[in-house]
């Protein structure tokens, strides 16, 4: 199993960034993908997740409204895009999956990328 990110960088507050996480070898369809953020000095937490068994998707209450994550199926990649950006939203953001459904708690996911920074300043 292997997860890649890559998309993160530098913007202005209010600025748009997609991250991408590239998948392979896993079945897609059986498992949740989940992006994770960790700031400096804070916990990781959840960004957001998708289902790829129900077709659910959740976002943590500090991100509704302005992330929207998406996949495609046939390149077996998951995006977050991610719009009028802000300080608050600079951390290292990683994606994982794990069989099944979604969960909030990192310490449920099997498998990880190496992460890409995000920076929100001016």
């Known amino acids: 199993v292997q997860l890649v990110e890559s998309g993160g960088g530098l913007v202005q507050p209010g600025g748009s960034l997609r991250l991408t996480c590239a998948t392979s070898?896993?079945?897609?369809?059986?498992?949740?993908i989940t992006w994770f953020r960790q700031a400096p000095g804070k916990e990781r937490e959840g960004v957001s997740c998708?289902?790829?068994?129900?077709?659910?998707?959740n976002y943590g209450d500090s991100v509704k409204g302005r992330f929207t994550i998406s996949r495609d199926n046939a390149k077996g990649t998951v995006y977050l895009q991610m719009n009028s950006l802000e300080p608050e939203d600079t951390a290292v953001y990683y994606c994982?999956?794990?069989?099944?459904?979604?969960?909030?708690?990192?310490?449920?996911?099997?498998?990880w990328g190496q992460g890409t920074q995000v920076t929100v300043s001016s």
């Open positions: 994982a999956t794990r069989w099944g459904f979604c969960n909030s708690d990192y310490v449920e996911y099997d498998y």
């Open positions: 070898g896993f079945t897609f369809d059986y498992y949740a």
């Open positions: 998708l289902s790829s068994r129900d077709g659910i998707t």
